[in-house]
């Protein structure tokens, strides 16, 4: 089945610095990928929606300066944290499709943890 | 805007019972709807899709119906094992300002006692 590579698993780093979380589809072409945000025992929250080779929408409320989202290829997409702080310490999960009438298949996530 | 609500929130049943989680939705304007579930810590696995002109899936033991037009969803899981406790959460596809966009339900914790 369609697989979907997240990376790094887990990061744990201090106040300021910027991180950057992979998300690769490992046997298909992703022509949109998700980026999600997820708080403890809540579900997940939609950050940003990137489509290959054009600019991600984000949605309302998350600060595009804030997270970076590159994808730049049907493959890979990232997302970079800049200058994180406690706040932004979360489960970052990422999901990749191919065709719209296509299930999503998504990472494993990544925990952040920032102090 | 698209609103995603999954009732029972928790639910805990013995091994064996056959249980049926709910999925609603506000718009009824989708193209598909899809059922994860959620290990602790874990990311998701895709349990399901349902497509818009879809009326039922199934897997296993497990059973989705999509009854689009009165926005509701469900899952039925037959047989339950200690090994289905998890997070089961179903998410929904649409589009909003031209873009697709997935919207997640609350989850429902299901816990199957041995």
């Known amino acids: 089945g369609a697989v979907v590579s997240q990376h790094p698993s887990w990061v744990i780093c201090k106040s300021g610095t910027s991180v950057k979380i992979e998300c690769r589809s490992l046997?298909?072409?992703?022509?949109?990928m998700f980026w999600y945000r997820q708080f403890p025992k809540q579900s997940l929250m939609l950050m940003a929606t990137?489509?290959?080779?054009?600019?991600?929408?984000?949605e309302q409320g998350v600060e595009k300066d804030k997270f970076l989202i590159n994808h730049a290829s049907l493959t890979l997409s990232t997302l970079t944290v800049t200058s994180a702080h406690p706040e932004d310490s979360s489960f970052y999960i990422c999901?990749?499709?191919?065709?719209?009438?296509?299930?999503?298949?998504f990472g494993d996530g990544t925990r952040l943890s920032i102090l | 805007k698209q609103e995603v609500t999954q009732i029972p929130a928790a639910l805990s049943v013995p091994e064996g019972e056959n249980l049926v989680l709910n999925c609603s939705f506000t718009?009824?304007?989708?193209?598909?709807l899809q059922w994860f579930r959620q290990d602790p810590g874990k990311g998701l696995t895709s349990l399901l899709l349902?497509?818009?002109?879809?009326r039922e899936q199934t897997s296993g033991r497990l059973n989705a119906s999509l009854d689009k037009s009165s926005g509701r969803s469900t899952l039925y899981i037959a047989a339950s094992q200690p090994g289905d406790s998890a997070t089961y959460l179903c998410?929904?596809?649409?589009?909003?300002?031209?873009?697709?966009?997935?919207?997640f339900g609350t989850g429902t914790k299901l816990q199957v006692i041995p």
């Open positions: 999901s990749a499709m191919g065709q719209s009438n296509q299930p999503q298949h």
């Open positions: 046997d298909f072409q992703a022509t949109t």
């Open positions: 990137s489509n290959e080779g054009s600019k991600a929408t984000y």
């Open positions: 718009d009824s304007a989708i193209y598909n």
């Open positions: 349902i497509q818009s002109s879809q």
């Open positions: 998410a929904v596809r649409g589009s909003e300002g031209g873009y697709q966009k997935v919207t």
